[in-house]
């Protein structure tokens, strides 16, 4: 889906500024706990990686800069956990207003957790170590890759309405293979749970006259495609 | 309890994180030991140190650096680095005529198991939009300014492939060890938006 996520070519940013070499790991103590409580997140509400970055990708403008992104990660945790019933709508807001004193009145917690929300959850002991071993996204398919190292091919021209990783930026431009990279669950009907449908994965180099045309600096951008996102040039 | 903090004003980011602390640990669903080892982890375990011992040791020994550039997460694992946001990582090599630099256009993807989480400039819209477009100037306002003659390539992690960059061997550094090389190797040199120089 196109959303404020999708930042590649993106105009408006201002300039970049010199890396700071003694930033810490995390600037703000909220910031550590808000990672790790949405890792456990997306593991209580029984999602996967793919749903947690589609959930970040339909944050709107605010809810994804404002509070950086250790915010957007809490912000992703809270539509995760809404959506999968294990906290009700407005929830972590009333329980936060409460934090600073106000007297508010709590949202109906007509929500339990259905086991059917948080299937491989486990005890909360081990969501951190499960989610350490976890599978991965990387699978072994028996397809022969539909792409060769070297052959010329174009991102489609389309527009996901769901979870998507192919970037607009590419979007019906042509480069050429690099690498064919290992077989990994493909995101776009994995974020929906609609299936794992494995396919091969290629590093695609682009040619950055070909993204960004005549006037451009010469160089180069390899982009990481599944399949389903590429066709043959004619 | 104060009343004068009440307002419409929406509760901090902090403030929320702790709201929601709470309210899975009142349901049973998490412990806040679990929260507090994962932080620790990332702070003092997982960071760019475990990046700089491969980037070291490729620099001292060509067998384990070929080895490195065919299979880079098995040659990882080797040192013991490996998990989460490293499940395939490709290592590629920068060089005085050719530059990789690596960015994560659609969130901030990064090989966790050798760099840690990623700084704050690699999070940042500015990073995000702009060096898939205009690497040369981006990477000149960051500091590294390098020559027309320098053929850039971007990296952009849109899968979970993640790529880490060995940075060229500073001159200067052929009489130290491998430990020795270790602290030269910096984090912004691993992404490719610094080059390792001597101390």
């Known amino acids: ?234 | 309890m104060t009343t004068s903090s009440e307002s419409g004003e929406a509760p901090s980011a902090a403030l929320r994180t702790e709201a929601l602390e709470q309210l899975l640990t009142e349901r049973g669903l998490i412990d806040s030991e679990i929260v507090d080892a994962f932080i620790t982890n990332y702070e003092t375990n997982v960071g760019p140190l475990n990046g700089a011992k491969v980037v070291a040791k490729a620099w001292t020994d060509p067998e384990y650096r070929r080895r490195l550039l065919a299979d880079g997460t098995s040659a990882i694992k080797e040192l013991g680095f490996g998990g989460p946001q490293g499940e395939h990582i490709v290592v590629v090599e920068n060089t005085p005529t050719t530059h990789n630099v690596v960015v994560c256009t659609l969130c901030s993807c990064y090989p966790w198991p050798v760099l840690g989480l990623p700084p704050g400039w690699y999070k940042d819209p500015v990073y995000r939009a702009r060096v898939v477009k205009e690497p040369r100037t981006v990477l000149s306002e960051m500091g590294l300014d390098l020559g027309d003659d320098v053929h850039i390539t971007v990296r952009d992690s849109t899968s979970e492939v993640r790529w880490l960059v060995l940075p060229e061997r500073p001159a200067g550094t052929e009489h130290l060890t491998e430990e020795e090389l270790v602290p030269l190797v910096t984090r912004d040199a691993m992404v490719g938006v610094a080059k390792a120089a001597a101390a």
């Open chain 1, 1 to 234: 889906m196109e959303g404020i996520a999708d930042m590649g070519g993106t105009s408006g940013w201002g300039p970049a500024r010199p890396p700071r070499a003694d930033e810490p790991v995390f600037a703000e103590p909220w910031q550590g706990r808000a990672a790790a409580l949405t890792i456990l997140a997306t593991r209580v509400s029984g999602r996967n990686v793919d749903a947690f970055r589609h959930a970040q990708e339909r944050l709107d403008r605010a809810a994804y800069l404002d509070e950086g992104y250790f915010g957007r990660w809490l912000n992703a945790a809270e539509l995760m956990l809404t959506e999968g019933a294990v906290l009700a709508p407005g929830e972590i807001d009333a329980r936060a207003r409460a934090l600073r004193g106000e007297h508010v009145e709590n949202p109906p917690v007509s929500v339990s957790v259905p086991e059917s929300a948080r299937p491989d959850a486990g005890p909360p002991t081990s969501a951190i170590a499960a989610w350490r071993s976890a599978p991965g996204s990387l699978r072994t398919i028996d397809a022969a890759p539909a792409f060769a190292v070297g052959q010329r091919v174009r991102a489609q021209n389309i527009s996901p309405p769901g979870h998507t990783r192919l970037p607009g930026y590419v979007r019906g431009h042509a480069g050429v293979v690099e690498v064919v990279q290992p077989a990994a669950v493909f995101p776009d009907t994995h974020a929906h749970f609609l299936g794992e449908n494995p396919q091969h994965v290629y590093s695609v180099r682009f040619d950055s006259h070909e993204l960004w045309g005549e006037g451009a600096d010469s160089f180069a951008v390899t982009v990481d495609l599944f399949e389903n996102y590429l066709e043959t040039t004619s």
